[in-house]
Nanobody
Framework: QVQLVESGGGLVQAGGSLRLSCAASGRTFSRYTLGWFRQVPGQEREFVTAISGSGDITDYVDSVKGRFTLSRDNAKNTVYLQMNSLKREDTAVYYC?????????????????WGQGTQVTVST
């Protein structure tokens, strides 16, 4: 079992930056692949990025490549999503998720544990 708590969301102007954090409970954090998804009301949850347990492999959806950077600190049981050059279309509730599947997965159904979500709103 792992519990995930996201933080760092908020309101930012287009072109600005935010850093989301996802803190996890438990002593086996490095065994989990961590992912970020986002969801807009009325739409399906969308894969954004994921990172392997060791932190050496990352994957990004094309729309955020070059703007978002995902990293993790296994000593602190925390994963960080640095979001730069934010666009209005990045507005969504962002969810952190964890899976024991070792390989990077983009499907939400592959992730077992989910945080409560944090709102990111980008204004123009």
């Amino acid at each position: 079992q792992v519990q995930l708590v996201e933080s760092g969301g908020g309101l930012v102007q287009a072109g600005g930056s935010l850093r989301l954090s996802c803190a996890a409970s438990g002593r086996t954090f490095s065994r989990y692949t961590l992912g970020w998804f986002r969801q807009v009301p009325g739409q399906e949850r969308e894969f954004v990025t994921a990172i392997s347990g060791s932190g050496d492999i990352t994957d990004y959806v094309d729309s955020v490549k070059g703007r978002f950077t995902l990293s993790r600190d296994n000593a602190k049981n925390t994963v960080y999503l640095q979001m730069n050059s934010l666009k209005r279309e990045d507005t969504a509730v962002y969810y952190c998720a964890a899976t024991t599947v070792w390989s990077i997965r983009r499907s939400a159904s592959s992730y077992v544990f989910w945080g409560q979500g944090t709102q990111v709103t980008v204004s123009t």
